[in-house]
């Protein structure tokens, strides 16, 4: 199961990033708006507020003799004015007030926005309201100022400008939009790890039970999460009871095709052995007799031996396996048959497993034997743990097995060699299964088995 996993993104990361992102563009744009909506009510709402104002102070001065004052000047006439004003800005809880006449006369003191508002100024001394524009000082405070026509003196205007304290609510909403953003975010965050889990942990459960499921542990897929999952889940638990059911019948009509193969080895063994015997007897007085054809009774001897030998296994199929087990090294075994069949091992780990040191034996003897005959001379064993069992990985470097024949090296007698008897790999398959494991092909390209054994 393992091969199959790949990099990527996780249906968690997507399902989360996803929803954060929605999250952060809604946020944004809710932002915007509400924020732009409400800085422009505000600054509306000053507008008007200080136009209210400028049209009070310039009532509440339209008493004083601007023109005479302006005229005379001196210091008396400036502190007459100036005291008013300042009352008034006090009273009103304004910055500056001052009064702003023809060819640039101000009393009330200096104004700072004399200049950069003239247009202003002249369109109050015309007889209209004005009102300045928002600005920010370089302590960073806001302002904002506002010009009145002052009543029965034409060409004045009385001009006022807003405290900072006064429109401070502007930075204080931009303050509370960038924290209930920041809330909300980590709100929308915590929601979207919810999701994200709600939708992966499902996924996740279903990938670890078709992990043991590769693994040959038998276990029943759980139909928990969203529907689509569940939906996936029955489908998937269907397609696995079919295969088990289908694994039930194949190993019935293994069992069944052993069974026969086993009676008829029996009796083909049964019937060749006494002609096979007498044959011997007669090569033997063959040779007592004459020496004149001695190697051809040599030749006949060792064919007859080779008979035994195919006899003698067959008897064995006929046997029943109740083998000892107890822990066994693999190490000992491989390095021993690699020295007596005569291929390169290389062995990837090392474990011990719980089968009959001899049967196990004869399971790699058969492998390494496979392998030397087809070309190989190194065969790699690589060791391996499961959750409950050993996994020992035979591969070699020899030509592997065509794709044709992939399905035909457990068939009893089947062989593509002229000198082979068929015997061996199914043979090994039957002492691994007796000895509680498996034995498969898992690669043919690479001619890998796989053996599974339990563990001590």
């Not at 999250?23 to 507008?47: C, F, M, Q, T």
């Not at 001009?159 to 939009?177: K, N, P």
């Amino acid at each position: 199961m393992a091969e199959g996993r790949g990099g990527g993104w996780s249906v968690a990361s997507v399902a989360w990033v996803s929803l954060v992102t929605v999250a952060l563009g809604a946020l944004g744009a809710l932002g915007l708006l509400s924020y732009r909506a409400a800085w422009d009510a505000l600054v509306a709402g000053l507008e008007d507020h200080l136009a209210s104002e400028a049209a009070v102070v310039a009532l509440a001065v339209g008493d004083l003799p601007v023109e005479t004052l302006a005229l005379v000047g001196g210091d008396r006439s400036a502190g007459v004015v100036q005291a008013r004003l300042d009352g008034l800005a006090e009273a009103a809880g304004l910055s500056a007030v001052a009064l702003c006449g023809p060819d640039g006369v101000v009393l009330g003191g200096g104004w700072l926005a004399g200049r950069a508002e003239r247009d202003l100024i002249d369109r109050a001394r015309g007889g209209s309201r004005a009102v300045g524009p928002l600005y920010r000082s370089v302590d960073g405070a806001l302002y904002m100022t506002a010009y009145h026509p002052l009543p029965g003196h034409p060409g004045w205007a009385a001009a006022i400008e807003g405290s900072g304290a006064t429109l401070s609510a502007v930075d204080d909403l931009a303050r509370s939009q960038i924290l209930t953003s920041l809330l909300v975010l980590l709100l929308v965050a915590l929601a979207a790890s919810l999701v994200a889990w709600l939708l992966s942990a499902p996924l996740v459960r279903l990938d670890r039970q078709l992990a043991e499921l590769a693994e040959g542990r038998p276990a029943r897929l759980e139909a928990r999460g969203p529907r689509e999952v569940r939906r996936v889940v029955g489908t998937l638990q269907r397609l696995l009871d079919e295969l088990e059911a289908r694994d039930a019948e194949l190993a019935r009509e293994h069992e069944e095709r052993v069974e026969g193969l086993t009676r008829l080895a029996a009796g083909i063994a049964h019937e060749i052995r006494n002609p096979l015997n007498a044959m011997s007897l007669s090569t033997q007085r063959l040779r007592r007799l004459t020496t004149e054809h001695g190697p051809v009774v040599d030749r006949l001897t060792q064919q007859l031996d080779q008979v035994e030998v195919i006899v003698k296994r067959l008897v064995d199929l006929t046997a029943p396996i109740d083998p000892t087990v107890a822990a066994v090294s693999v190490r000992p075994l491989v390095e021993d048959v690699s020295a007596e069949v005569g291929v390169e091992a290389v062995l990837d780990g090392d474990l011990e497993v719980r089968a009959n040191g001899v049967m196990l034996h004869q399971v790699l003897r058969n492998l390494f034997l496979n392998a030397r005959q087809a070309g190989a001379s190194r065969v790699t064993v690589r060791c391996a743990v499961g959750r409950d069992e050993a996994r020992l990985e035979v591969s070699d470097d020899g030509p592997g097995i065509p794709a044709e024949e992939a399905g035909l090296v457990f068939v009893w007698f089947h062989t593509r060699r002229a000198q082979g008897t068929g015997i061996g790999l199914p043979e090994s398959r039957r002492l691994v299964e007796a000895m509680g494991g498996g034995l498969t092909l898992r690669d043919p390209a690479t001619a890998t088995f796989l053996l599974r054994l339990p563990l001590p």
